[in-house]
């Protein structure tokens, strides 16, 4: 991800020393996430769309539903598929061009954490079996860059596809027709909330800011659902972590998720 | 791009247009410098229906190397659209239309910016389109020089933008999506207010010389309305909230 520029020693031994008397360079407490703003409806054209503050990191979501040709082994099933881009002003290291590695893994942790999830219910976007289904893009840009962008993403393309209204279509001489007024929620089951943590020497941090993300040995990001279960998981970075660390990252994003996504619920019914 | 509506009126019997607008008015514009953290510089602006960002790096190192000049800066843009800010999903993937408008943008701006004081460096000026509605070019170019002014990087003058258009047989002033797609012609111009100079400019769509004449005239006239309100989107960040 951008990764940031040559980070100070000097930084990384600061973060370490305050995190040894508990305390974070941003002055949070090692589980606090940054401050959450989620603004939805950012861009009217979309069929749903969020902007997502965490902290200095900003992220814009635009989720676009259109009838699409199901997977072939899944006629039943409408599409979604999630993306997540870094706009090249988002930090002075981006470069324009084919996405590298860092940034495919972003949009597939981000997309595995709403799939895996069954937020949506694509049993309910299909407009005739095996021939035409409804598709549900949501589509990330990342503005600005100050670290975890996996929650950030994740935050934004929740919000969006939460509050998107979806056409509706009607097979009609075999092609799908828009029916006038026909518009209706996404159907979804469950609200995946994803927290990212990282591990600073021996400490774990929710929602690493950009200077933390540089210091890092691994992170470990946890999507859990509704019901406060894990439903996605992805480890990063080329350090490690220990069994009781895993299960302690596993609490700790059952209780962060929980209060995010009361925001999330907000969001939705503002949407509403 | 957009549906197109065979029921329009373009321009009704009292010279009200399809949007509400007079022929000789703009759409609601509104630019805020500024914004982005990491960028050098950046701007925001609201053209109509139009949500472009704008964010400037540099003078800064120039990669690939090779492209650096020993007697200039180099400037370097990059127009791009979000997926999601056209009715049908956009491939992310720069298409033709965008190299070019980048390339067109990137000449529109080359006048203004001194750049032969940064040899062997490189602006770079990116653009990122959040929602289109006919007119992007000149509010990202719009947008664009002010956000190379808030990088603080050293111009001659700004560059404004408008365009201008004919339709239903009339000279419009700022065509939007509807008149783009229905109506006759479509003239965006970029126009350096101060300097008098016009350093964009293309036209699709058939004129009259006399129509012709009209219309640079008409998107002159635009791009210093434009022009105001770039200088006060800077006032009000560097001299306090509008103030001045």
Not at chain 1, 83 to 102: I, K, M, Q, R, Y
Not at chain 2, 65 to 89: A, C, Q, W
Request: charged share 25%; with cysteine.
């Amino acid at each position: 991800m951008a990764s940031t520029s040559v980070i100070d020693e000097l930084k990384k031994s600061q973060i370490l020393e305050l995190l040894e008397q508990g305390k974070r360079v941003d002055g949070r407490t090692l589980d606090e996430p940054r401050k959450l703003i989620i603004e939805i409806n950012a861009i009217p054209k979309a069929n749903g769309s969020a902007r997502v503050r965490l902290g200095d990191t900003e992220v814009i979501c635009g989720v676009k539903i259109q009838p699409d040709r199901p997977f072939p082994d899944m006629g039943d099933k409408g599409i979604f598929i999630c993306t997540a881009e870094l706009l090249p002003f988002s930090h002075p290291s981006v470069e324009t061009g084919p996405p590298g590695p860092d940034v495919i893994e972003l949009a597939r942790v981000v997309d595995r954490g709403i799939r895996e999830s069954h937020m949506i219910d694509l049993t309910q976007l299909v407009i005739q079996k095996n021939k035409s289904v409804v598709g549900v893009f949501a589509d990330n840009v990342v503005v600005d860059y100050d670290g975890n962008l996996f929650d950030a993403c994740a935050y934004a393309a929740t919000a969006a596809i939460l509050t998107a209204k979806t056409p509706k279509w009607e097979m009609k001489d075999d092609v799908p027709t828009l029916v006038e007024g026909g518009e209706s929620h996404v159907p979804t089951t469950t609200i995946p909330v994803s927290v990212t943590m990282g591990k600073i020497g021996n400490y774990i941090v929710v929602d690493p800011n950009g200077d933390e993300w540089a210091s890092m040995d691994a992170r470990i990001t946890i999507t859990t659902d509704s019901n406060g279960n894990i439903c996605a998981l992805q480890k990063g970075g080329n350090g490690g972590f220990t069994f009781d660390e895993v299960i302690k990252c596993g609490e700790l994003s059952v209780k962060v998720g929980s209060k995010v996504r009361e925001m999330l619920k907000q969001a939705k019914e503002r949407g509403q | 791009m957009g549906g197109r509506d065979a029921t329009l009126v373009l321009l009704d019997e009292n010279g009200i247009r399809c949007d509400g607008r007079k022929v000789d008015e703009p759409r609601r514009i509104m630019i805020k410098a500024g914004g982005l953290k990491n960028a050098d510089g950046s701007a925001y602006i609201e053209f109509g229906d139009n949500k472009i960002l704008v964010g400037v790096f540099g003078p800064r190192d120039v990669h690939p190397k090779h492209m650096s000049n020993t007697d200039t800066g180099i400037l370097r843009v990059r127009y791009h659209m979000e997926p999601f800010s056209v009715t049908e999903r956009k491939n992310p993937a720069p298409s033709r239309r965008e190299i070019e408008i980048s390339k067109v943008i990137k000449e529109a701006l080359e006048p203004a910016v001194m750049l032969e004081k940064f040899p062997r460096t490189a602006v770079d000026v990116y653009i990122e389109v959040l929602q289109a509605d006919g007119g992007t070019r000149c509010a990202a170019l719009s947008a664009a020089s002010v956000a190379l002014a808030d990088a603080g990087i050293p111009m001659r003058d700004m560059v404004a933008a408008c365009a201008a258009g004919k339709a239903a047989d009339t000279i419009i002033l700022d065509v939007n999506n509807e008149e783009d797609q229905a109506g006759q012609a479509d003239m965006p111009i970029g126009y350096m207010p101060s300097l008098e100079k016009i350093t964009l400019l293309q036209l699709d769509g058939v004129l009259t010389p006399a129509e012709y004449k009209k219309c640079v005239e008409t998107g002159i006239h635009g791009c210093k309305i434009v022009y105001e309100l770039q200088k006060k989107a800077l006032t009000d960040k560097y001299f306090g909230n509008g103030e001045k």
